[in-house]
């Protein structure tokens, strides 16, 4: 396994649409594990191909146990309910603005063997699911911002919902 390079906001990469996977091969092994490895190592809560610099249709998202899922040609089957609350992204480091996002969010996609199989999630996991398939899209969550916050902001709305993310046990 190997560390990958982040690619920044500005990379033309990010804004582009991914293609499909249509091989499960030892390549996609290969990349798979270093984007786990590259997003414990950024202690972040997703990773989308084009994060890496891979137009590939597949991301990585940290469940509510902190298990990393593997989505390859993840797509949003529903989603319901809504949330607002503070997100940031590894592409756009130490920026931070208040997006709304579904509550539940249930997803289909395949494993690295090209198994096809269905996942939900809530809270945080429902907005890493919208966030890291956003990528795929060649879209950024600052499409969703007025501002960003100031680490001041940041720092009383965590402070204020303490307890919300205590239960959650992760920030983005």
Same mark, same amino acid.
């Given at each position: 396994? *190997?560390? !990958?390079?982040? =690619? ?10 991914? +293609? *499909? ?5 030892? +390549?996609?092994?290969? /990349? ?14 997703? /990773?989308?191909?084009?994060q890496?610099? =891979?137009? +590939? !249709?597949? #991301?990585?998202? =940290? ?7 593997? /989505? ?14 503070p997100?940031? #992204? ?9 997006v709304?996002?579904?509550d539940? =969010?249930?997803? +289909?996609?395949?494993? !690295? ?12 996991? *429902? !907005? #890493? ?6 990528? /795929?899209?060649? &879209? ?6 007025? &501002? ?7 720092? *009383?709305?965590?402070?204020? &919902?303490?307890?919300e ?8």
């Open positions: 396994m *190997a560390l !990958r390079n982040i =690619v920044k906001k500005g990379d033309p990469i990010l804004n582009k649409k991914c +293609r *499909a996977v249509t091989e499960y091969n030892e +390549r996609l092994h290969i /990349l798979l594990d270093d984007m786990k490895e590259t997003l414990a190592d950024a202690d972040g809560a997703g /990773l989308a191909g084009p890496v610099g =891979v137009m +590939r !249709r597949i #991301c990585i998202v =940290v469940n509510e146990d902190g298990e990393m899922l593997e /989505l390859v040609n993840p797509e949003i089957l529903e989603s319901d309910g809504e949330q607002t609350g997100e940031g #992204c590894l592409s756009l480091p130490g920026k931070y603005g208040m709304t996002r579904p539940h =969010v249930r997803v +289909r996609a395949f494993d !690295r063997n090209g198994n096809a199989f269905e996942v939900e999630g809530t809270e945080m996991t *429902a !907005r #890493c699911f919208c966030h890291e398939i956003e990528h /795929l899209d060649g &879209h950024m969550f600052d499409e969703h911002v007025d &501002h960003f916050l100031t680490e001041e902001e940041l720092r *009383a709305y965590y402070e204020e &919902h303490e307890d993310y205590e239960e959650e046990g992760a920030e983005e």
